[in-house]
């Protein structure tokens, strides 16, 4: 397989491999012309499909952890007919080179106890690769890091997404538009709570400082309902529906 990385010259014209196109591709591209000065890089598979890999110096994610000298990675995604050829151990070589090259301490990623959950990368997978158990949250979200020096001091979680909790009532969603699908599902979560007599509050995420003190442990997505942390999975408009039929019906 070959693969191409994103660049602030070529974006434009490339696709990200997400599901998502149109309006909610063109905000992902946003986010990511405004961190590529920051290092974000993006590596894709030439071949069109879920198969890519997003990573961005610690210090710059839009994470409320604690990772400088790491490198952190956003997203490592491999679906589809792209699943069992070796891709994800493509990608994940090509962060370890960089890594590598910026004598960076190692990579760290989010992930889940145990068993795989939307929207993180598979627990079972990263320990066969090397990564080991860095931080957990209350919320079963975990922090793995995969050390290059045998002194890497591990990253962690601020203390906000060790223990995820607001004091806000109702249903809050936190988002960014790192993630397409927040684009595309957040609107329509908003419309069909109004046609339901549902309150929620949006709250559009827009730059890292605040992505950094998030009160949970996930970067793009967090929906809580009477200061509980409900989900980091981006929600549809019917699965939201039935999650706030469950609590206040």
Not at 115 to 126: A, G, H, N, T, V
Not at 164 to 178: A, L, R, S, W
Not at 221 to 237: C, K, P, V
């Amino acid at each position: 397989m070959e693969y191409i990385k994103i660049t602030e010259e070529n974006i434009d014209k490339e696709h990200i491999c997400c599901a998502m196109s149109g309006k909610q591709s063109l905000a992902k591209k946003e986010w990511m012309k405004q961190r590529f000065q920051e290092g974000l890089v993006f590596y894709r598979s030439l071949e069109r499909g879920k198969c890519f890999i997003e990573y961005i110096p610690g210090e710059h994610a839009w994470a409320p952890i604690e990772a400088e000298g790491y490198l952190f990675i956003n997203c490592l995604w491999i679906a589809g007919s792209m699943k069992g050829h070796g891709y994800s151990n493509d990608l994940l070589d090509q962060c370890i080179r960089d890594a590598r090259e910026q004598n960076r301490k190692g990579l760290c990623i989010l992930s889940s106890v145990k068993r795989k959950k939307e929207f993180l990368s598979d627990p079972k997978y990263l320990a066969y690769k090397g990564f080991l158990p860095a931080d957990e949250s209350d919320c079963g979200i975990n922090l793995l890091y995969l050390p290059l020096s045998p002194d890497a001091e591990p990253p962690k979680f601020k203390e906000a997404a060790r223990h995820p909790h607001t004091e806000e009532e109702g249903f809050v969603i936190y988002y960014t538009d790192q993630c397409p699908f927040t684009c595309y599902w957040v609107p329509r979560v908003v419309q069909v709570a109004k046609e339901n007599g549902i309150t929620v509050k949006t709250v559009h995420i827009t730059d890292k400082e605040t992505a950094r003190t998030l009160p949970a442990p996930v970067l793009n997505y967090a929906l809580f309902y009477n200061g509980e942390f409900i989900t980091h999975a981006i929600q549809s408009d019917k699965k939201f529906l039935k999650i706030a039929m469950e609590r206040t019906y």
